[in-house]
T-cell receptor
């Protein structure tokens, strides 16, 4: 079956622009996570959805970052007024539920802000 | 606060055993994980251990957990060139769901 997919795989944008990153989780997975991985670092938690609602957005670095999951499946991470420091690989993961189920990671979107 | 630390680099000879170490701070973590990341590929879960276990073995992989010292290790027996990758240790957030806190990763280089 299909795994977690993320689009685009690469995004290059200019400082100050708006970007949207999309995540398609595994069908039937109710939990969805976004992480950000900067060069040479491990992934850092951004936000967690259970169904349509953001149950924990404590990892979002500031109010330029926002994420939605309107129908409880596909999720979009939105970044306004991008800054060079936003350059990173943005990873999405999904799992069956909120217990200790394995998280399946997508290949990530590499965002470069010039 | 929550923090996971790993050594950054390990070099081993093909056929030898590799041991990657990790320390964590959240004593309420219920699961601890090892993930593998290869260039151009996503994160792959290798193995995990429940916090009430001391050891878990899975083919060439052995995980040891010292909960008192908050120390986790991953041993790879008979290391192969295909094992060259970055290995991440991760603990779960203590909030009742599976938010992962990752270390910075250990780059394993396997040489002939």
């Amino acid at each position: 079956g299909a795994g977690v997919s993320q689009t685009p795989s690469n995004k290059v944008t200019e400082k100050g622009k708006y970007v949207e990153l999309r995540c398609d989780p595994i069908s039937g997975h109710t939990a969805l996570y976004w992480y950000r991985q900067s060069l040479g670092q491990g992934p850092e938690f951004l936000i967690y959805f259970q169904g349509t609602g953001a149950a924990d957005d404590s990892g979002l670095p500031n109010d330029r970052f926002f994420a939605v999951r309107p129908e409880g499946s596909v999720s979009t991470l939105k970044i306004q007024r991008t800054e060079r420091g936003d350059s990173a690989v943005y990873l999405c993961a999904s799992s069956l539920g909120t217990s200790q189920n394995e998280q399946f990671f997508g290949p990530g979107t590499r965002l470069t802000v010039l | 606060g929550e923090d996971v630390e790993q050594s950054l680099f390990l070099s081993v000879r093909e056929g030898d055993s590799s041991v990657i170490n990790c320390t964590y701070t959240d004593s309420s973590s219920t699961y601890l994980y090892w993930y593998k990341q290869e260039p151009g590929a996503g994160l792959q879960l290798l193995t995990y251990i429940f916090s009430n276990m001391d050891m878990k073995q899975d083919q060439r992989l052995t995980v040891l957990l010292n909960k008192k010292d908050k120390h986790l290790s991953l041993r790879i027996a008979d290391t192969q060139t295909g094992d060259s990758a970055i290995y991440f240790c991760a603990e779960t957030h203590s909030g009742g769901y599976n938010k992962l806190i990752f270390g910075a990763g250990t780059r394993l280089a396997v040489h002939p």
